[in-house]
């Protein structure tokens, strides 16, 4: 790649950095969009509830987003990964992890988070098939089948309470003791909500959809569905590196407009908020890029 400068680095190439990649090249700024090629939904076989395009494989919408983003001539896409940043008098500095350097006004974090699954065999093979993460995202298409949800304590109540709506068989599995309280476990038997509190031993899945649940016991029990909230990490650790200050769920702290604790350094996607969807990370990587563009306005007019 011949031009190391620009004005915009975005560091992650799904739908939050082609969205902020859009707006910035629409305005003719100079912007090097940086991904690996590994989108977390990779296995996902649909992507819903974002009007328009309800349905689609999400690797067709990245698809049809780069192939759009690659119309704009300011715009270059790299196939690499940010190994390390650092603050320079006139930016900031990348480098990538095949060692070239590119400098930036401007940092972009379109970076999304990483899942950690548990050790429980045929989970991660079924997860974003069978075992999901959003009854937004994917609820309608496992309404009225008999659902695990595989978590414990307030999350999993929260999550109970917006699958409820979706399915009246719905069992909570805790993995092993419960974290509930009296009052927790009186709304959950109101609803006719089991609690299971066995240890899981494996997912007994075909090509990742769920046919048994398999418990330490060696008893089993048919689902069709299962919910699954679960820790995650950051894909990178550069924004916290240069400063950037991260929430108590451990999400990329930023303001309404994307604009992260550390100037000139934004956030948008998956890696900022807990809403994780397709439509939000198009949303919010759009309002990190007009900010930036306007920034960088700013500073020249």
Same mark, same amino acid.
């Given at each position: 790649? $011949?031009?190391?400068?620009?004005?915009?680095? &975005?560091?992650?190439?799904?739908?939050?950095?082609?969205?902020?990649?859009?707006?910035?090249?629409?305005?003719?700024?100079?912007?090097?969009?940086?991904?690996?090629?590994?989108?977390?939904?990779?296995?996902? +076989?649909?992507?819903?509830?974002?009007?328009?395009?309800?349905?689609?494989?999400? /690797?067709?919408?990245?698809? &049809?987003?780069?192939?759009?983003?690659?119309?704009?001539?300011?715009?270059?896409?790299?196939?690499?990964?940010?190994?390390?940043?650092?603050?320079?008098?006139?930016?900031?500095?990348? &480098?990538?992890?095949?060692?070239?350097?590119?400098?930036?006004?401007?940092?972009?974090?379109?970076?999304?988070?990483?899942?950690?699954?548990?050790?429980?065999?045929?989970?991660?093979?079924?997860?974003?098939?069978?075992?999901?993460?959003? +009854?937004?995202?994917?609820?309608? $298409?496992?309404?009225?089948?008999?659902?695990?949800?595989?978590?414990?304590?307030?999350?999993?109540?929260?999550?109970?309470?917006?699958?409820?709506?979706?399915?009246?068989?719905?069992?909570?599995?805790?993995?092993?003791?419960?974290? @509930?309280?009296?009052?927790?476990?009186?709304?959950?038997?109101?609803?006719?909500?089991?609690? &299971?509190?066995?240890?899981?031993?494996?997912?007994?899945?075909?090509?990742?959809?769920?046919?048994?649940?398999?418990?330490?016991?060696?008893? /089993?029990?048919? @689902?069709?569905?299962?919910?699954?909230?679960?820790? @995650? $990490?950051?894909?990178?650790?550069? +924004?916290?590196?240069?400063?950037?200050?991260?929430?108590?769920?451990?999400?990329? /702290?930023?303001?309404?407009?994307?604009?992260?604790?550390?100037?000139?350094?934004?956030?948008?996607?998956?890696?900022?908020? +807990?809403?994780?969807?397709?439509?939000?990370?198009?949303?919010?990587?759009?309002?990190?890029?007009?900010?930036?563009?306007?920034?960088?306005?700013?500073?020249?007019?």
């Amino acid at each position: 790649m $011949e031009n190391q400068v620009f004005e915009v680095i &975005i560091i992650g190439g799904s739908y939050a950095g082609l969205s902020a990649a859009m707006c910035l090249g629409r305005s003719l700024r100079k912007v090097l969009v940086i991904d690996s090629g590994q989108p977390c939904n990779e296995q996902t +076989p649909h992507s819903h509830n974002f009007l328009t395009q309800d349905g689609k494989r999400p /690797k067709e919408i990245s698809i &049809i987003a780069k192939q759009q983003v690659e119309q704009y001539n300011t715009i270059s896409l790299l196939k690499d990964v940010a190994h390390k940043g650092r603050k320079t008098p006139l930016g900031f500095e990348i &480098i990538t992890q095949s060692n070239k350097t590119f400098t930036a006004k401007k940092l972009i974090f379109a970076s999304g988070v990483k899942d950690i699954m548990p050790k429980i065999k045929g989970f991660s093979t079924s997860w974003g098939i069978s075992v999901i993460h959003c +009854p937004y995202c994917h609820g309608y $298409e496992y309404k009225t089948v008999k659902t695990a949800l595989i978590g414990n304590g307030d999350r999993a109540l929260h999550l109970a309470s917006l699958v409820h709506n979706l399915t009246n068989e719905l069992t909570i599995l805790t993995n092993g003791p419960m974290d @509930f309280n009296e009052s927790q476990l009186k709304k959950l038997k109101a609803n006719n909500i089991e609690v &299971i509190e066995k240890e899981i031993l494996e997912i007994e899945h075909r090509n990742g959809y769920i046919e048994k649940i398999v418990f330490r016991d060696g008893s /089993k029990e048919r @689902f069709l569905a299962a919910y699954a909230p679960l820790p @995650f $990490e950051q894909h990178t650790s550069i +924004p916290m590196e240069l400063g950037c200050k991260l929430t108590e769920d451990g999400h990329i /702290k930023t303001d309404n407009f994307q604009q992260t604790t550390v100037q000139d350094i934004f956030a948008c996607g998956d890696n900022s908020s +807990p809403m994780r969807s397709v439509a939000y990370a198009v949303s919010t990587g759009n309002i990190a890029g007009a900010m930036v563009n306007k920034e960088l306005t700013d500073e020249q007019f």
